[in-house]
Nanobody
Framework: QVQLVESGGGLVQAGGSLRLSCSTS????????MGWFSQASGKDRVLVTR????????TDADSVKGRFDVSRDNARNMVFLQMTRLKSDDTAVYYC???????????????WGQGTLVTVSS
C-alpha cells in the first residue's frame, strides 16, 4: 500500500503561483507513475499532469501547458506540482495519485490522496 498526503493548497489571486506537495509513505512509490488530478465542483476528476516512475517522462493537459510543472524526488518520496499564472478556472480540489503504469485515466490509478483545495480569485 502507498499512502499519499497532499499539501500546499489555498487561496491565491489570479496570476499567482502555488506549489503543491504530495508526500508518500508505505510501500515504495518509486515504481509508480504519479499523477495530479483536479476536480472542480460538480465536475469529473481530470488528469492535469503525470510523471513517470523515474521522472524521465511527463505530460500535461493542454489547459495547463506552460503554466504547471510536475516533478518528483524519489529519494524523499515526494511529488510536486508547481502552478504558475493561475486562473479562476484552475479552482478545484487537486489530488495526487499513484499508478502502476503511466496511467492517463483515473481508473488506472491505484492509490489516492485526500486532496487539497486550490481557490483562485479573480
Amino acid at each position: 500500500q502507498v499512502q499519499l498526503v497532499e499539501s500546499g493548497g489555498g487561496l491565491v489571486q489570479a496570476g499567482g503561483s502555488l506549489r503543491l506537495s504530495c508526500s508518500t509513505s508505505g510501500e515504495s512509490f518509486r515504481g509508480y507513475g504519479m499523477g495530479w488530478f483536479s476536480q472542480a465542483s460538480g465536475k469529473d476528476r481530470v488528469l492535469v499532469t503525470r510523471i513517470s516512475w523515474n521522472g524521465d517522462s511527463a505530460t500535461d493537459a493542454d489547459s495547463v501547458k506552460g503554466r504547471f510543472d510536475v516533478s518528483r524526488d524519489n529519494a524523499r518520496n515526494m511529488v510536486f506540482l508547481q502552478m504558475t499564472r493561475l486562473k479562476s478556472d484552475d479552482t478545484a480540489v487537486y489530488y495526487c495519485a499513484a499508478s502502476p503504469s503511466f496511467g492517463v485515466t483515473a481508473s488506472e490509478y491505484k492509490y489516492w490522496g485526500q486532496g487539497t483545495l486550490v481557490t483562485v480569485s479573480s
